[in-house]
């Protein structure tokens, strides 16, 4: 069993390696961020999105990958940042290595918050993901039942909210609505 080394406190993908499969954690920028099982409505809206999106996705080109499962944002870099988004999709295949990783950018993202998670998935990931590429970013927040969603345009995302109500199309995904009151129902 492998521990988090004590350093300079500045890891890279190499050393993330080697820390122990049950040390649930994300790295960005060279610092390790710890992370705590989810709540059951969390998992329900994860399990009712991943099963909306599968449905649409089935015989496409782009696939669905959910936690945990690492994304390695700057792994032609640097290679500081890996983050396990709840929901990614990903239309280059060659973007997924071995089947264990994607290297760069998603296309679509999906977090659903925790109030552990809430500011860094807000303001960091955020940050992360727009520099990266990631065309497609939602925030949802089972506390306020809202969604965020945040589409990259010229550089900036430009941001929309809706609400557990709402249908919301998916704009990188053409003909991709998610039904967001199903998920108050799983």
Not at 41 to 59: D, K, M, P, W, Y
Not at 81 to 96: A, F, G, R, S
Not at 119 to 139: F, H, M, Q, T
Request: proline share 4%.
């Amino acid at each position: 069993m492998s521990v988090l080394p004590k350093s300079n406190g500045y890891y890279t993908y190499a050393d993330y390696e080697t820390w122990d499969d049950d040390f649930r954690c994300e790295l960005i920028d060279g610092v390790v961020y710890a992370m705590s099982a989810p709540s059951r409505f969390h998992q329900a809206i994860s399990v009712e999105l991943t099963t909306q999106l599968h449905t649409f996705l089935r015989g496409k080109s782009c696939k669905l990958f959910h936690a945990p499962f690492d994304v390695r944002l700057n792994a032609h870099t640097k290679d500081d940042i890996v983050v396990q988004p709840d929901l990614l999709v990903v239309c280059n295949e060659l973007k997924i290595e071995n089947g264990r990783h994607c290297i760069g950018a998603p296309d679509f993202v999906i977090e659903i918050l925790s109030p552990s998670t809430s500011n860094k998935d807000r303001d960091i990931k955020s940050k992360r993901y727009l520099e990266a590429g990631v065309r497609e970013y939602w925030l949802i927040c089972p506390e306020s039942l809202t969604v965020e969603t945040l589409i990259s345009n010229n550089g900036k995302y430009q941001r929309e909210c809706y609400s557990f109500e709402d249908e919301i199309p998916v704009s990188i995904l053409e003909g991709c609505i998610l039904n967001m009151k199903e998920t108050l129902t799983a």
